[in-house]
Nanobody, 124 residues
Framework: QVQLVESGGGLVQAGVSLRLSCAAS????????MGWFRQAPGKEREFAAA????????YYADSVKGRFTISSNDVKNAVYLQLNGLKPEDTAVYYC?????????????????WGQGTQVTVSS
């Protein structure tokens, strides 16, 4: 069992940066891939970024590539998402997720554990 808790969201103006954190606890050694997903009102949950514990490779959705950066600290059992150049269309609930599968990347079905989410609202 893995528990995930996100934090760092807020209401910001366009162009502002935020740093989201995900604190993991439980049997974290079983997690091979950590990812960030987001869900806007009335839309499906979409992939944003992922990082593999095997090799440390990262993978990004085209919509956030160049603006968002995912990182992790295995010692602290934490995953982070740096959001730069925020746009109103980035407004969503951001979820941290963990997968026991290596290189799960953007496949939402391969993630077994999810946090409660943290709200990011970007005003124009």
């Amino acid at each position: 069992q893995v528990q995930l808790v996100e934090s760092g969201g807020g209401l910001v103006q366009a162009g502002v940066s935020l740093r989201l954190s995900c604190a993991a606890s439980g049997r974290t050694v079983s997690s091979s891939t950590m990812g960030w997903f987001r869900q806007a009102p009335g839309k499906e949950r979409e992939f944003a970024a992922a990082i593999s514990r095997i090799g440390g490779y990262t993978y990004y959705a085209d919509s956030v590539k160049g603006r968002f950066t995912i990182s992790s600290n295995d010692v602290k059992n934490a995953v982070y998402l740096q959001l730069n150049g925020l746009k109103p269309e980035d407004t969503a609930v951001y979820y941290c997720a963990a997968s026991t599968r290596p290189y799960a990347w953007g496949d939402v079905s391969r993630y077994e554990y999810w946090g409660q989410g943290t709200q990011v609202t970007v005003s124009s």
